[in-house]
């Protein structure tokens, strides 16, 4: 999935975003098997996941039917799971939802996956996806290659992040690029969401600050062919950074 750069709305708040309703949620649920969305299963704090599809919607037993994956060694490991995060696309819609630690059961005569019915679900349009400021305490970190020097590499840090891109401060004097260039192999660093690699097409450049002594840039990058479980890690860490904002743990 290919995540373009997105507008985001003032003050975006992730409880906008999520459905609660019983009924919205099942129906939701039941276009994904009527569509076979294709369902990417993380787990593991996001170090595995599976790729299947929901095969039926149970409310009078709580509970969503999906397939086995295609790496069985995956699917046993998904079994031992205590949290799953899934995420699919329904119309170009971003669904997302967590759930509980799955069970083995038997679908139409083949092996599938039980998981309890979600409490709420995250529907995000491509005009809603929102990005989130990093906090400065905890920060994330882009390393890049020195553009004069390919042994020596750069620490960049990331002002802001969303799915589909993120904004880089930059000192022009040690790294720059302009509008329409890319940054390859950018190794970026979550606080306690591991790293992934990426290339970043700039976007804008904004001249932040500029002195005898300091000028810096900001760089507004688009993410080019981000994976779809990456853009899973990324949304995981907006929902930390939001719900703590909002004082929700």
Known sequence: MNAAALPVPPDSQIDNCLIHNRIEIIALLREMVAKRSLLTIHFNEGAEFIVTTVLAVNPEFEEVVVDWGADRQADLHLLQAERLTAVTLVDHIKVQFSTGRPQETVFEGGPAFRMRLPSSVLRLQRRNFYRVKVPMGRPVICRVTHPAQPAKLLDLRVLDLSVGGLALLVNPAEFDREPGGHIEDCRISIPDHGHFHATLEVRNA???????????????????????????????YILQVERSRLGKG
């Open 206 to 236: 904004e001249l932040l600050a500029e002195g005898a002594k300091a000028r810096l840039k900001r760089l507004g990058c688009q993410f080019v062919d981000l994976p779809p479980h990456v853009t899973g890690q990324i949304q995981r």
